[in-house]
């Protein structure tokens, strides 16, 4: 078991990582969509308002029919997810919410979850989705 000061530097890790992952992800849904599969690893899985798609293929045609975004994230959350439950993986949850506008289409709520794992090449560490759950959010009127 990690000690405490182990565990803090490693939900600080998580954080910074979630953060900046928020915003290179909406930046590059919006304004390149193109390169947005490079985000994940090759056998992601996709779960997109009950619409599931997995592997990296899938997952680029899948964004390329829709259309084009403008995302405004709200809030975001992370936390490390407990390596036993990830094979020694190191894996952060990232919950984020916010609005997005699809051209053509109103103004809508959603909320997206992802986990993330850590691939490291050539002493450089990435952060990969393995896993992206995006749903709108109906709010009762």
Do not use: A, I, P, R
């Given at each position: 078991m990690a000690s405490a000061v182990d565990f803090k530097t490693y939900v600080d890790q998580a954080c910074r990582a979630a953060e900046e992952f928020a915003n290179i992800y909406y930046e590059t849904m919006d304004k390149r969509r193109g390169v947005l599969t490079r985000l994940y690893t090759e056998n992601a899985v996709?779960?997109?308002n009950g619409n599931a798609v997995s592997g990296q293929e899938a997952v680029a045609k899948f964004f390329e029919m829709l259309p084009s975004?403008?995302?405004?994230?709200?809030?975001?959350d992370c936390q490390p997810v407990?390596?036993?439950a990830t094979q020694n993986q190191t894996t952060v949850l990232v919950v984020t919410c916010g609005t997005?506008?699809?051209d053509?289409?109103?103004?809508?709520?959603?909320?997206q979850n992802f986990l993330l794992t850590a691939q490291?090449?050539?002493?450089?560490?990435?952060?990969k989705i393995m896993s992206d759950c995006f749903r709108f959010q109906e709010w009762p009127t």
């Open positions: 996709l779960v997109w975004s403008e995302f405004q994230v709200n809030m975001f407990h390596e036993q997005v506008k699809f053509g289409n109103k103004q809508q709520f959603f909320n490291t090449t050539n002493n450089n560490t990435v952060w």
